[in-house]
């Protein structure tokens, strides 16, 4: 008898360690979507690497595990959906993680809260550009990707009025800013670093919005709870990280790819987003 209750409690054990370590595992981890859309031709495709929130942590020597991983998904556009540098962290971080990266993709860049909390925006902004980073700030371009014409645009982020252009009306700015684009027939992009401002984004014609900044809402519970406590959503946060439809309009919030051991994430591990998009009629 003695024998058995030693194995139940062995069991016991061993299934708890395992519970705690999927628990705080904060190794990078690989999250798929895949968004079929009638505006992409049959064998047309494009793969879109999503990163926010890395401020300016570091993985690996010179970023080398980050920036390995990205390039193994073989991406045709890099995303940076904010706060990839950080007021309180420097900024080496960030420079290795662009030296590494650069040259697998081009590279679309718009400014999370942190950067602006810095005070140091401007040679934030002059180090993404020494890596050839195209800087998006109420701005878009077109481009032409394996044959399929697309829109890729991006908006600063809010904070921008209270640390560099006071009395600007930011969400007027926002929808002047791509008006024009309301009848473009390509398949249109916005990069966008907060996820709680998602009724605004309805309102303009793009297909996706690729959002960061809730963190994954720091600590989930599987089949539960899909976030506990994120910014600017207090408790409970609905806009956690996922995928969010919106009629036409796809909101994929990425739960991030930072990390301190000062606030550990729980069954929320930090994530590469990597979204495909490919013709509704193959």
């Known amino acids: 008898m003695k024998i058995k209750k030693l194995h139940k409690m062995l069991i016991v054990l061993a299934i708890f360690i395992a519970f705690s370590f999927m628990a705080i595992y904060a190794g990078l981890t690989i999250k798929h979507y895949t968004i079929n859309t ?6 047309q495709s494009i793969r879109i690497v999503l990163i926010a929130d890395l401020h300016s942590h570091i993985y690996g020597d010179k970023q080398s595990e980050i920036a390995m991983k990205i390039a193994k998904q073989k991406p045709d556009i890099i995303a940076l959906a ?32 942190h950067e602006f909390w810095s005070n140091d925006i401007v040679n934030i902004r002059a180090v993404f550009r ?5 800087i998006l700030a109420n701005t878009y371009e077109k481009i032409t990707v394996n044959g399929a014409d697309i829109i890729i645009a991006g ?16 969400k007027k700015e926002m929808n002047n ?6 009848d473009q027939p390509q398949y249109m992009v916005l990069l966008s670093h907060r996820p709680e401002l998602v009724a605004l984004y309805q309102k303009t014609p793009f297909d996706l919005v690729l959002s960061g900044h809730s963190h994954g809402g720091q600590v989930r519970i599987p089949f539960l709870l899909n976030g506990l406590l994120a910014p600017n959503q207090g ?5 956690a990280g996922g995928l969010y439809q919106y009629g036409n309009m796809t909101h994929i ?3 991030g790819v930072s990390y301190s051991p000062r606030l550990p994430r729980i069954f929320n591990p930090p994530e590469i987003v990597v979204i495909e998009l490919l013709p509704k009629h193959q």
């Open 38 to 43: 009638d505006k992409l031709l049959t064998k």
């Open 82 to 113: 904010g706060d990839i540098a950080d007021d309180g962290t420097p900024i080496e971080g960030t420079k290795q993680f662009l030296q590494a990266i650069q040259g697998l993709a081009p590279t679309y860049y718009v400014t999370g809260n």
């Open 130 to 134: 020494s890596f050839h980073v195209t």
């Open 155 to 170: 908006v600063d982020d809010p904070d921008v009025v209270r640390y560099e252009k006071p009395g600007m009306d930011w």
């Open 177 to 182: 800013s791509f008006a024009k684009l309301k």
């Open 235 to 239: 408790f409970f946060p609905k806009y």
């Open 253 to 255: 919030v990425s739960r």
